[in-house]
């Protein structure tokens, strides 16, 4: 719910509105204008959710909105109400481990600098979510919309493929970590 | 039994961090209540002079606390910013102020400086700020500038900022004039850009308490914009901290130091008593950070009837934009690593180093080397085609043979040190190469596709790579009383994986868990002394130096053992933290104790320290510290080369282009690849895979698209067509040489910018090879390409 009608520091109107991130509700007030990326990071403190381009392209801001993948950096706060977020730091177990997505890139080396493995871990999430099982087309496709500029993509499309598994609780093979270790089904033949 | 960690592709300990969204970066960084936000007016034209600037609209604007123009700053920061690398032959270097006097040369070019409540309203008061300029004509692209018929800068006549000349091997002219065959090719490469995800970013916090200022940025040098912020704000080294936490690619733009915004915001921050971030947007880094590429290049060469060099005579002339902060660093690498793997026979080489109004060129990931390679791949091609012969017979004619390393080309570097390369394999690398691709049976491959209607083609291209310049880095070790080990080494990271790689080597040198140890990077208060990253410098400057202070950390512990243990420092050894005698594992101390030891204690304040202290340890006859040692368990050390190690690849790559759109489709890339020793293979590979999809982006989507006003067109992510994942190969593949540096002693050479050297060379050759348009020279001459050229180039064919 927003309540319009306050006057702020710099003399614009701001507008009360409740957030749900990652489970908790928030309250905070803010200008129409103010982007969702922007609550988030410098509202909530939650600097997980980052920030390339602001313009819609790069997908680095990504968070999910009841599930779905969404730009933060389109997004006004105050069109987030009502909605339940999810930002990266909600996609870690409550036991404080990764989640099979945060997992899969840790183990395929999906991630470089990091500042965009966030929007990805979101969109892959989400897609994973509604194809559970995808191919190597569906795995790369999944991705499509978001930028890296450090991976060269290869691992990220091995990270999605061994997030599916873990998923479904498989695990990964024995041998060290990295985009060629094996992948074995829960089950399967090791 | 601890098995070595050198080798090995261990996770990384950092995505522990990065994947839970709590890396902090340097907009995340929380500098504590009062935070104000800065804005840049920035110039709207490529050249002008700036009349008159209004403020009247925006200081009575709520929440904006300060607004600054040229007029504002005094003493140093009034002066122009640093000429980083000077060189004698950069006659005419200019730099721009931090904020415009009187003239600006670039779209983009800050004139003002605001600082507000928040970004929001910096912004809107950027709007407010009224700049009348008097706009002069623009010189853009490298042929305004070579014609000089307008001045970028009145001072610099013919817009010629440098022009270097080097030549070895003999008066190469009057060698290619006498040759048995001769070409002549004209080149062109247009600018592209790092494009890191995370843009430009600088926080400052003024402690008027302590009397100094903690700067957070987004840097690949924190050293050096410690001492450049030093010296334009008037402070003391020992009064700056430059922290540069994690960073979001760099790539090299990042190199460049200090920017405008890195002195305004200390400055700001000082002046008003309250901390100041600026972070740029994305249209602010297209326009006002930097570019790379943009080469014009003439290349005559003569030749025996095997395709030998017998002499190379290369002209260049390079784009440097609208200042030359980092001095010629570009055009001296693409100069001297043109040569790559071969033996050119007289060699002379020529660049002019030009301005334009447009932003300015610094290294990009390569860093002058794709436009060098491209240079001399093309070459070969074209010799190869002229005598109809084999593209990777000829060039394995001219390669340098195993025994003729050191191999000195008779040329200075960019490092002003000979170009001497240090070890490699290059023969047994072509092999291996054409075995990734099938060399041999292409042909056959082509012939079956083009029975089917289909266009295939393969391209070929090699480089080496100076890497680990100097002058050097170092390392500080410091075993804790617990047994963690904590390191720092003074360059930063930006996503290479340095905590991991830099614990494994000191986990393997020291003897300790590799889960003990701790690396910090980038911080002037844990490492004052330091250069960079760049140049694919990191794993061989601060891997050697931390391998060096682990060593010392690790002699240190086995006399304190030995005294101990009253044993011989020869019978001891660590193992995972631990030390023992030799067969007899039971006779031993863990770190952390030796740690407790070496630290001679007055007071205890736990159980552990009490075996430190005066009644507990020591000959009371002896000082408890000795003469020539110090207290505490740590070690420290620098490592300072003679030259660089020259790392080496090559690649090659299977396009199909379509009869039809001419759209341009990979179907195998590969990689064979020599960096010396791996310290982890997996890192390695990331690396190269992320040059790779770079190297796609510039040899077949990037460029910018600046109009004759010196517009930058495409300022955008919509519109810079960096890659997605639809536009990489799925899958590369990458097989390795190891071929040892002698300089270092882990043998170790760099890879960050590997996979990228040699993308337009390549793909030219593998389009070219395609469409079969081999007549008469070479079809592509210019790079990148698009579907649209390439159908305009099927056109020209077609109608000559």
Known sequence: MTVSAQTGETGEAVHDVRLRVNGVVHDLRVPARRLLSDALRHDLGLTGTHVGCEHGVCGACTVLVDGRSARACLMFAVAAVEVDITTVEGLTRPDGSLGPVQQAFSECHGLQCGFCTPGFLTTITAGLEENPDPTHEEARDMIGGNLCRCTGYQNIVAAVECAAVLRRGGSRGPGPGGPHASITEAGGPS | MTIKLMGQGVQRVEDQRLLRGQGAYTDDIDVGPGLLHAAVVRSPHAHARIVDIDLDAVLDVEGVHAVLTYDDLTGPMAEPLPLLIPHPALTHGRTQYALAKDEVNYVGEAVAFVVATDRYVAEDAVGKVKVTYDVLPAVVGIEAARAAEHLVHDDVPGNLGARLEQQTGGDAPAVVAAAPHRLSLDLDIERSACMPLEGRGTVARWEPALDRLQLWTSTQSSTGVRAAVAVKLGLDLGQVDVITPDVGGGFGVKINHPWPEELLVPYAARALGRPVKFVEDRREHFISSAHERGQVQHVEVGFDDDGRLLGLDVELWHDHGAYTPYGLIVPIITSTQLLGPYKPGAYRVVFHSLYTNTVIVTPYRGAGRPQGCYAMERTMDAIAQHLGKDRAEVRRVNLIQPDEFPYEHGLVFQDGRPLTYDSGDYPAMLDKIKALVDWDTFGERQRQAAAEGRRIGLGLACYVEGTGVGPYEGAHVHVETTGKVKVATGLTSQ????????????????????????????????????????????????????????????????????DALEASEDDLQIVDGVVSVKGAPEVSLDLGTISVLSNPLRYAFDEASKRATQFQVGDPGKPPVAEDDEPGLEGRDFYSPERATFASGMHAVIVETDPETAEIRILQYAVVHDCGTLINPMIVEGQIHGGVAQGVGGALYERMAYDSSGQLLNASFMDFLMPYVSEVPDGIDVDHLETPSPLNPLGIKGAGEAGVIPSAAVFAAAIEDAEGLREDGLAITAMPISPSELFELRLAHQNP
């Open chain 2, 495 to 562: 996503g290479q994986g340095h905590q991991t790689v830099f614990a494994q080597l000191v986990a393997d040198e020291l003897g300790c868990r590799f889960s003990d140890v701790e690396v910090v990077t980038g911080d002037t208060r844990r490492m004052p002394y330091a250069v960079g990253t760049f140049a694919s410098r990191a794993a061989v400057m601060s891997g050697s130096a931390v391998h060096l202070a682990a060593r010392r950390a690790k002699e240190k512990a086995l006399r304190i053992a030995a």
